[in-house]
């Protein structure tokens, strides 16, 4: 998860009786969040992430109240907090990277029976869940077989149920550097255990597309096979790229350097009508505001 960083929004929210059914955002930040600002909807979705379980990205709902202030709510909000066993009087603070994407850092309760304030506030623990072994390549996920001690082995046997609810579609995160942006034949590589799992290599020469569902804009990109070698030995690997059409993409969002791509796999479309398409949001890297 990236480092928390004085240039994104930020908030931070103490959990008081009713946090399990929704947890509202303060109208201050909500009023500077733009996706929040013009959005007609009722219901936007977030995606949160959390320093412990920085691979699995937690997809919760945004509900607008009567009074327009916006909260996270919904089943997977309530799975959220169960899954990572939050308590009142523990606090998490938010940080918004763009487009409702929110790295999250919880802390245990400030107060203690017998000592008020404790000299420091420790880092929440909690069991972290199994994502396989590409890093950007979140789907359902497991709570870990064996805790560290017992607490956590009975938090993780409680929180089960939560831990096996689909958080988010197969997606994964790329931080656009050089090659990505380079104005002659830009691409993006997709990681290869995420091509793997998902059967792309098949569809190797095809036209895919990619999505923003909040300016209801698409892109048709070219999947294209590329083999490289990978090691000393000689080995080759095949890779498939996003050429054709990416920069088109590029250019459309005004990608730069450091900022992250998070895509992820339309299953209803793959499934149902055959069609590969990714919702893409984007991470706006803060030393470029």
């Given at each position: 998860m990236?480092?928390?960083?004085s240039h ?20 201050v930040v909500s009023?500077k ?16 992430r ?28 309530r ?29 245990d309760?400030?107060?203690t ?28 996920h ?8 017992g ?20 997606c ?70 996003l ?36 919702d893409?949001?984007i991470?706006?890297?803060a030393?470029n505001?």
């Amino acid at each position: 998860m990236a480092a928390l960083t004085s240039h994104n929004l930020h908030f931070f929210k103490v959990l008081m009786p009713g946090y399990d059914n929704n947890l509202m955002i303060p109208v201050v930040v909500s009023n500077k969040l733009k996706e929040l600002m013009v959005s007609k909807m009722e219901k936007e979705t977030a995606l949160l992430r959390t320093r412990k379980s920085k691979d699995v990205l937690w997809k919760v709902e945004v509900s607008r109240s009567d009074d327009g202030t916006w909260c996270f709510s919904g089943d997977h909000w309530r799975d959220f907090v169960s899954f990572h066993d939050l308590n009142i009087y523990e606090f998490l603070v938010f940080e918004h990277t763009g487009d409702l994407l929110f790295n999250v850092c919880m802390y245990d309760s400030p107060y203690t029976s017998t000592s008020g304030f404790p000299p420091s506030i420790g880092e929440k623990e909690f069991p972290s869940p199994t994502c396989g072994e590409n890093r950007h390549h979140v789907q359902e996920h497991e709570p870990r077989s064996e805790a560290v001690n017992g607490n956590l082995q009975s938090r993780s046997r409680r929180n089960n149920n939560a831990s096996k609810n689909f958080t988010c579609s197969p997606c994964f995160t790329t931080i656009m550097a050089e090659s990505n942006l380079v104005p002659s034949m830009p691409y993006l590589n997709i990681p290869q255990p995420f091509t793997r799992s998902n059967n792309l290599e098949e569809h190797g020469g095809s036209t895919i597309t990619l999505r923003d569902r909040r300016q209801r804009k698409t892109w048709s990109v070219k999947l294209q096979k590329s083999r490289a070698r990978r090691d000393s030995h000689s080995d080759v690997r095949t890779r498939m790229l996003l050429r054709d059409g990416w920069s088109e993409f590029a250019m459309s969002n005004d990608l730069k350097l450091g900022d992250t791509c998070l895509m992820e796999l339309d299953q209803t479309a793959r499934t149902k009508e055959g069609r590969i398409i990714f919702d893409v949001r984007i991470s706006r890297n803060a030393g470029n505001n």
